[in-house]
């Protein structure tokens, strides 16, 4: 449970601003079809987040040691200061015309941006942290759900009306809380 309940939370507050939940904004608009969007994002995510969990709880099987640990840890506290950089979508990264529907377009769209995001990085910290791929997904995809469906549903609004600064700031602190943690754990302190 800690597993689910943890990557809900990091990965719900990181993908606040980020660019998949600009591209969630830009697909909202462009389609104006909320459930066929929130479709596509769900099932970009459970495959992309899944892949990377897998990848982080097989690294971690193969790996397991202070070194790999510590590695893990120096990665959460990379994660909390990328995190405070603001995400723009870039030009190239805007999804073509739509000649496939607002799901497909979605779907495809959602899980090539979310690849090297900082979400995806975040899930393959957690599948190793956790080593258990499914439960890391299962939080992930929810927390990247909590922060992208309200903003397909209600547009921009929501978007305008969040402290991004903030919420960039309270996310930085729970990946360093979790890259320390785990660091002073590996060490033994804890």
């Given at each position: 449970?800690?597993?689910?309940a ?15 939940q ?49 590695a893990?840890?120096?990665?959460f ?113 804890l």
């Amino acid at each position: 449970m800690e597993a689910v309940a943890t990557s809900t939370l990091i990965v719900a507050l990181a993908e606040i601003g980020d660019k998949t939940q600009l591209l969630a904004i830009v697909l909202a608009a462009r389609f104006q079809r909320p459930w066929p969007i929130i479709a596509g994002i769900l099932v970009a995510t459970l495959a992309n987040h899944f892949l990377a969990a897998l990848a982080g709880s097989a690294a971690a099987g193969w790996f397991d040691g202070p070194a790999f640990h510590y590695a893990v840890a120096a990665g959460f506290l990379a994660m909390a200061a990328w995190t405070l950089v603001p995400d723009k979508l870039d030009d190239d990264e805007t999804p073509a015309p739509a000649r496939f529907g607002a799901f497909l377009t979605t779907l495809v769209a959602f899980f090539l941006v979310e690849i090297g995001d900082k979400t995806q990085i975040a899930t393959i910290a957690l599948g190793a942290r956790f080593h258990d791929a499914v439960a890391v997904t299962l939080g992930t995809t929810l927390g990247m759900m909590l922060a992208n469906v309200p903003v397909v549903l209600l547009g921009g609004e929501i978007v305008r009306r969040v402290p991004l600064g903030a919420v960039r700031m309270v996310a930085a602190l729970l990946f360093a809380a979790l890259g320390l943690w785990l660091l002073l754990t590996t060490a033994g302190v804890l």
